[in-house]
């Protein structure tokens, strides 16, 4: 069952680890008691503030500006899209239908890519490796060059850390002395057969522009390649850094194909043509239905599943959701649902500026308690969202956008601490989300920006070490603590706080939420709280000014 929040947490993620202390004496309890009735009387004069504020940022039409950071496919539009999903549920339902032609793009690039192994395992000499030309498709969990300590790289972590910050290593793939595989007739067959999905991958992908094309060393341009964003080489200053428009700079307010489809609601009758392609988004749609049984055989197919696993082939973290949906997908008649789209994956390039405008909570409709759910109090109220792009070729695109952030939202994948980033593979995609984290935290430009962090993918991290992955075979300090999910989350968030204690220029509380963000009921609770938080942080700075 998918989680978000450790379960010792409490429900209020602005007042949680504040618990008891386990053995306070009669004195110290009344001290407590006291000093809790006074922070309540300070809460609720905040909560009378907060509506005032509220009322009064309506009509003033000033907006909150939350930037969503972090590594590429850490789930930053995942989020937006929640945020969407919880808050302007109407806006959200209308624009569903476009994201058809992602999701089919999604499903027939997983088997193209299964295609294209079975190909080459097929093509070559029996007792050979194989696979020489298919190195992008390999999972990212490869090894990487030698093992990797922090205390190496951060000389500004507080040196009276008892415990030092991990090591991360890297380690051998297994050799292969397993004996060949061997495909039949039917293999043969389902290549023929699902030779067609070539050409609407290639065409979806035309259309789908250049986010849809994953990141690898060769798509990145390492010259313009950074960890943070502060590595960038021009120079800025803090009252006027310029907004740079080109390339990665450009702040998008939609995907191109997302306008292309602004009229196609996947009700409308008739052949729905793509005004910037000559994609004829109905034969794609046709040409899947048409492939669904072979599909489902080859996904099915207990060689092809032993051929995926000895290869280490990555197929995305939403392939098997898709193949398992495939019923559903690969029909004439498909609409996506919101479980859907928020497994949809295209890369975001550069900023994407978005406008969430808070709709009216609709009862019966909102999978919110009607408690939480107070969109009606904020309804029609603006924030604006910006969405970047995590790989390491956009982070510079950052930088002109922390001057007049109200709030971050970091979010940090767990699952990813045996892999590699997509593209630069000497570097683990943990340390690099650490690294980034904090150079945010430890930002002087940033000292007035709440921060919140998501250590995002707890399902999937959940996953891999039930399927009996080591936690500790990767980070050495995590010693011989369980191989368990939660505790290795809490482990996490327990080293993400520390970084942030020992490097922010001024206090500032942590909010770390262990999050599902694929999971949209637990995922809008914690942005309803989240959306408070960050409204009473603006605040108590505004009071405070
Ligand atoms: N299983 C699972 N999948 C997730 C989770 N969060 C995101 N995903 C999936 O991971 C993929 C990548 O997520 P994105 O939201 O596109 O990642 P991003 O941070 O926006 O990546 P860039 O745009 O490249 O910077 C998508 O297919 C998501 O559906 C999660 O918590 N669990
Ligand atoms: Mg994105």
Redesign the pocket.
Known sequence: M?VTRLSNEGDDPFSVFMKPPPHETDDEKADRLRREADEKRTSDQIDEHLKAERAAMKKRKTDIKLL?L????????????NFQLTFAPKAWRAERASWRAVIQF?LIHAVNVILDVLCDEMLSPPGSAGGSNLSAHRSNSRPGSGSWSMEDLDANLSSDDDEPLDNFQSLDAASSDLPPLTFSSTHSLLKLRLAPLRSIEMDLKTFLGA?SEE?SPSVGQTSDMVATPFDATYSYNTSSLSRRRTNEFAVRSHAAWKKSLGFYTGTSKGRPQSPNSDMDLDRATGVIAGCKDDIKLLWEDSLIQELLQRRGVKL???AE?YFKEIDRIATRQYEPSDNDV???????LGVQEHKLVFEHYEPGRSRLPTDIASTSADAGSTWCIY?????RT?RAAWLPFFDDAQAILF?A?I?CFDEQLAEDDRINRLQDSMILWKSIVSSKLLVGTSIVLFL?????LDKKLKSGVKANAYLTNYGDRPNDGQLFAKYLRGKFKQMQKDLSPKPRPFYGFV?????QENTGLTLSYLRDGILREHLKKAVAV
């Open positions: 998918p969503l972090g590594q590429s496919e850490s789930g930053k539009s995942t989020t937006l899209k999604n986010g990141l995305g973290d939403s959701y928020l497994r949809a994956r295209l890369r975001t969405d970047v792009g995590g790989a956009s979010l994948p699952n995002n993918k707890f399902d999937l999050t599902t963000v694929i999971d």
